[in-house]
């Protein structure tokens, strides 16, 4: 049981990929610059939380689901791939969004070329 929490969210990793891969909306649009909107989104939320922690803000929550293995004082080795797949759910929501909305660029740029030709 003291795995449940960590196999749940690299469960949840695997289908946001999944998704991304069918319908190439992050990873797999442009691979390079999601791996630093990633980078930068993980590493940004864990200084966040680190902040938190050494104020005295964020604790460490008892649980059987989790490990209890810990990276930092008050920092669950859980953390780091939570916020990954934080990071990873908002940019497929958010670029499959775009996409639903009409809002990418490319697809302006259609529009704009048909009203050109009309």
Known sequence: MGVLYLVSLLLGITCMLLLDHRFRLFFWRDA??????????????LAWDLAGIGLGIFLRGEGTIATGLLIAPELPVEEPVFLLFLVLCTMVLY???????????????????????A
């Open 32 to 45: 390079k610059a999601a791996a630093i909107v990633t980078a930068v989104g993980v590493l940004f939320l």
């Open 95 to 117: 670029t499959g969004a775009r996409r639903l909305l009409g809002w990418s660029t490319a697809t302006r740029s259609a529009k704009q070329r048909e009203r050109e030709n």
